[in-house]
Structures are given as structure tokens and as C-alpha cells.
């Protein structure tokens, strides 16, 4: 018979991966709420107009990476590629763009066709946070502190360095763009293929190119900060003497960019210290007309996204807390008890009841001992009589005999510390 594996590019998600996701989403979330941003979860499936109107046409998401399909009423249907332009078609949606509180997370799975590689799939999950805003720099400074606090709480900040940039504002790009690709036109034959298809459509992306032969060509570039005009240069002056005094450490990369249209002024990335090019486990930027590009008013937006997968690479490993405790009875013709005992349990926090039915009562002890019991519920025909069943400890070896009425308070006293 045909083995059925996953789909390329996916996996299923289960024991220690499992643990360490949640660990992620929920550390996250805690987060979040504690700064008053509203959870916000929105559809996998999209109109493609969401992304085909924001990301750029020639972004490689649009042109290479996105599963878009006609479904049965005749309508293009793509899979979400990133959280930024849906929560943006979600506030305009549901009339939220007068709101006093436009702060937003999400956490999720996103979806791109690349090629599947260490921390890369194509079902991906992504946590991300976004406020809508009057164009203020401190909402920038903001994201970024929840930033730095996120990877901190979950240990990896160590591992990582922030690199920032700023991409000024649109007329101040347009003038150095023209520069840029008078520069990359004359050094046309030394570019990768890559950059060579990418210098009419997206030359900024060059600047983000992983080839080592591109990198020689772009150290001798233009630089973008050199174009950039009063208003843009002080904006972005503030937000490094913010975060100087925030104690945020930080260094220039006048090459960062994001690969997407909506991208204006801030820019930045955590990067591992690895040289590789999947190194950022989390980046983010402005965008000042990504919600009027949608049709909606014309709100200032900054925001970030952060890889759950890439994150897990970087994670200590953790071992899961959770406490065991099997119900087990000496012989089968007691099993309808443990299902009378699994009623009577009260929930305790860390605390998972296992349940055994089949084989003989060594054998039950024996699978216990495997799956990391901290102690058994034994029940037997003799305690029965009395209400009482037998707590085995599985560390120590020892037993003694509890009330069935006694037995949640029992439980939570062994399990507390």
C-alpha cells in the first residue's frame, strides 16, 4: 500500500516541537497583552488583490512564491504569504480605522513556494505585531523595544544582532534609485543572474543579494542615507538616540532592505551571527500608505513579523514540564473504574492523567515508567472496598493508601513545586 507522506515543504508538528512553539506563541501573546495590543486573527485564505496591490508586482512573493488558485465561483484565491497586508485589509474590513487602540498581534501559518531548507518551509508560522498611527517615530521605537523584550524573554536575544536602516521617504528613493541602477547598468556583466533580472523590475532587492560577487559590487554603491532629505535623516537621527538611551544595541546597515512596496523610512532586522543566508528570525518596518493603497484611509503603519521555525533553531532545548501521573488498575476487570476515577479528577496546571487499560499490571507499571510517570494510581480490589486507591510514587518506590474523596487535594499537595 502507498505511503502518504506530507505535502514538500510542510511538516507535522508534535512533541518537543510542539512544546517549544506554544512556548513561543504563548510568551508572545503574554507579552502583547501586557502593552494592550489586540489579538487579531485573519482568514489563511485571501482575495489576491490584498498582496498583489501591496507587496510590488515584481516583489519575488508576487512573481515566484505565492499559491493562488480560481476557486469554484470564479474568484482568485491565494494563500496568505504574510500577516502585514491582511491586518490591514482587516481594519479597513471591519471598520476599525477611527479606533482609539490600533495596536494588533497575530501568530499563525503563512504560505510561500520556496525551496525547503533549514528553518524554510512552505507552511511556515509567523508572530507579528502592528500599529496603525498618525506617522510617529516613537510607535517605531516602540516595536522595536517589544521586539528586543520578545527575544529576551524566550532567551535568544544573545544569539542575535539588530541591524537597522532607513529607506526614506518615497521622493527621496525615487531620486536614489535612479542612481543606484545607473550604477548596477555599469557593472551589468559582473551582477549574478539573479540581480541582472531584478535591476529593472526591484533594484533595491540587489542590495539584499546573497552573492558573494554582488557583495563586492555593492560595497562601491550608492548609499541611500546620502539621498535622503532633512525630514527623513531627522527621523530616523531620533530613533538611534532612542534607542541609545534604551540601552538597545544596535548597528548600521546601510544595505537592509525590505523586499516589499509598502516599505517606507524604518527598517530592521535580528540576524543570527551565522553567515548564511537565512539568518533573520525577525524583521520589520514602516509603512506609511499600505492601508490607503487597500482602498482604506491613509493611516502611518510600523510592525514586525518573527519566524516561529527560524526562532526554534536558535531556542535552547527545553524538556517539557508537564508531570505525569498513569491510572491504572491490578486487573482488567476494574478498567470501568479508572474511567470513574478520571471523572472525579480535578484539572492541575502542569499536570497530565494518563490512563492504561491493556496487559497485565506489571507490564502497566512497566509503560508508565516509560512515558515518564512521576507516580501511579493504582487501583485495586481490596482499597476499592475501603474508597481508596494506592499512590504509588515512581521515583522513590513507595506506596501508601489514599481516600478517593482526599485524592485532588493529595495530587495537588505531590504536585505543587
Known sequence: MEKINTVKGTKDLFGLDLVMHNLICDTFSKLCESKNFQQLRTPIIENSKVFKKTLGVNSDIILKEMYSFIDQGGEEIVLRPEGTAAVARAIITNSMQDDLNKKFYYYGPMFRREKPQSGRFRQFHQVGIEIFDDKNLYNDIEVILLAEKFLNYLGVRKKVKLEINTLGNIESRKNYIVDLVKFLKENYSK??????????????????????????????????????????????????????????????????????????????????????????????????????????????????????????????????????????????????????????????????????????????LIKANKIGSIGCIIIGEEELKENKIIWKNMNSGSQEKIEIKQINQFLKSKTEN
Do not use: C, M
Open 191 to 364: 551582477l549574478s543572474f539573479e540581480s541582472k533580472k531584478r535591476l529593472e523590475s526591484n533594484p533595491l532587492r540587489i542590495l539584499d543579494s546573497k552573492s558573494l560577487d554582488d557583495k563586492e559590487i555593492i560595497k562601491k554603491s550608492p548609499i541611500l542615507f546620502d539621498y535622503l532629505d532633512k525630514q527623513s535623516k531627522f527621523f530616523f537621527e531620533e530613533i538611534q538616540t532612542n534607542l541609545k538611551k534604551l540601552k538597545i544595541k544596535f548597528s548600521l546597515n546601510p544595505y537592509l532592505v525590505r523586499g516589499l512596496d509598502y516599505y517606507n523610512h524604518t527598517a530592521f532586522e535580528f540576524i543570527t551571527y551565522e553567515d548564511k543566508s537565512q539568518n533573520a528570525i525577525l524583521a520589520g518596518g514602516r509603512y506609511d500608505n499600505l492601508v490607503n493603497s487597500l482602498g482604506g484611509k491613509k493611516i502611518s503603519g510600523i510592525g514586525w513579523a518573527s519566524g516561529i521555525e527560524r526562532i526554534i533553531l536558535n531556542l535552547d532545548k527545553i524538556k517539557s514540564k508537564k508531570k505525569i501521573i498513569t491510572i491504572i488498575a491490578v486487573s482488567e476487570n476494574l478498567n470501568s473504574n479508572i474511567l470513574k476515577i478520571l471523572n472525579f479528577l480535578e484539572p492541575i496546571k502542569g499536570v497530565s492523567f494518563h490512563s492504561l487499560y491493556a496487559g497485565n499490571f506489571k507490564k502497566k
